[in-house]
């Protein structure tokens, strides 16, 4: 088992940051990847941003590249530096857990572990 713990959402006006953490915690595997997902009202949960185990691979959906950046740290922990905020950007985060063996990046269907979620609201 993995454990998954969001936090950093908020509201925030369109144009500001806002930092997202994730910390992980539970079962230590060698492999893995890590990544962000949104759902906001109404919508599919979509692919934001992912990272590889050894943090050097990253992969961004084009609707965030160049305004957001993922990281990891030593620990296993995720973050996600979060930019120029826009309202269509508004929708609850998840991280995201995913098996060595899933697609680069991977879907929402192959994660096996997922966080409870942090709150993203940017008013215009």
């Known amino acids: 088992q993995v454990q998954l713990v969001e936090s950093g959402g908020g509201l925030v006006q369109a144009g500001g940051s806002l930092r997202l953490s994730c910390t992980t915690s539970g079962r230590a595997f060698s492999m893995y990847k890590m990544g962000w997902f949104r759902q906001a009202p109404g919508k599919e949960r979509e692919f934001v941003a992912a990272i590889s185990w050894i943090g050097v691979t990253t992969y961004y959906a084009d609707s965030v590249k160049g305004r957001f950046t993922v990281s990891k740290d030593n620990n296993k922990n995720i973050y996600l530096q979060m930019n120029t905020l826009k309202p269509e950007d508004t929708a609850i985060y998840y991280c995201?857990?995913?098996?060595?063996?899933?697609?680069?990046?991977?879907?929402?269907?192959?994660?096996?572990?997922w966080g409870q979620g942090t709150q993203v609201t940017v008013s215009s």
């Open positions: 995201a857990w995913a098996p060595a063996g899933s697609s680069w990046p991977p879907t929402a269907r192959e994660v096996d572990y």
